[in-house]
């Protein structure tokens, strides 16, 4: 149990997955000038990282291990989350228009979204059980939560805000991103 | 052999998903809901806010 307390502690703050290995970059310029918007799409990623993470890893090691064509864990991979994301939409369109209204416009970002790839790849490669699969693909989408969430109110500020006109927009959010990720490091050592 | 029956297979499921999600009518009052992501130029990208300025016109 408190292996995997340290292991979400780990995933979540200390290597976080945005600020520490730079994966989802995109969506984290792309959907965060707005709290609200960026809150929603934590909640997207979450739901497909933790469904594919779980998905994945039953594939490799019931289909892809037995089978003897583990090489193609990459393309399963892709082809698996494409899959999952479609078929989600349209469960969502079906059944709950409401939860499709806050969070449907997020999936097709999320099927090109490197980070459900990585952890996908890198619960295969830390060679976790299910149960530690799941808790990092929880963790790695809580991180991504907080820093997306974090980001965007941090943009809305500085939307309102004099900025230099050579720094507006992209270059004065990266320089925040880098100084997110400088406080991130404070946790290092932490677990 | 498995390998190729395994990814036909694979390919054959997302193309199946695409096209019945693509289908599937949205639900009501979602079907001009856009974000149009900007975080990059990449202008090819079919999520960059050009296309979805060019649907609506």
Redesign the interface.
């Known amino acids: 149990m408190f292996n995997l307390f340290t292991l979400f502690v780990s995933l979540s703050l200390v290597n976080n997955i945005v600020l520490n290995r730079f994966y989802a970059?995109?969506?984290?310029?792309?959907?965060s000038?707005k709290s609200e918007?960026a809150l929603n799409m934590g909640y997207a990623v979450t739901f497909v990282i933790v469904v594919s993470a779980i998905i994945t890893h039953i594939l490799y090691y019931q289909?892809l291990l037995p089978?003897?064509?583990e090489y193609?864990d990459l393309?399963?991979f892709i082809?698996?989350i494409?899959?999952l994301v479609?078929?989600v939409?349209?469960f969502l369109?079906?059944t709950s228009?409401t939860i499709?209204?806050a969070m449907?416009?997020?999936l097709?970002?999320i099927t090109?979204n490197c980070a459900v790839l990585g952890v996908a790849l890198d619960n295969i490669t830390a060679g976790y059980t299910l149960i530690e699969a799941a808790v990092a693909a929880f963790a790695v989408s809580v991180g991504f939560t907080v820093v997306i969430y974090l980001f965007s109110t941090i943009r809305e500020r500085l939307e309102i805000n004099l900025v230099p006109k050579g720094f507006k927009g992209i270059p004065i959010s990266l320089i925040t991103a880098a100084l997110m990720a400088c406080a991130m490091a404070g946790f290092a050592g932490l677990v | 052999m498995?390998?190729c029956i395994?990814?036909v297979g694979?390919?054959f499921?997302?193309i199946g998903?695409?096209i019945?999600?693509k289908k599937?009518?949205?639900?009501?009052?979602?079907q001009n809901?856009?974000?149009g992501?900007?975080?990059?130029q990449l202008y090819d990208c079919t999520?960059n806010h050009v296309h979805k300025e060019g649907e609506s016109n």
């Open positions: 970059i995109c969506p984290l310029l792309g959907v000038k918007n289909v089978l003897g064509i193609l393309i399963t082809l698996v494409a899959a479609q078929f939409e349209m369109k079906k228009p499709y209204k449907g416009v997020y097709p970002l090109t | 498995e390998a395994w990814l694979l390919l499921l997302y998903l695409y019945w999600n599937t009518p949205k639900p009501e009052g979602c809901i856009t974000i992501c900007d975080g990059c999520h």
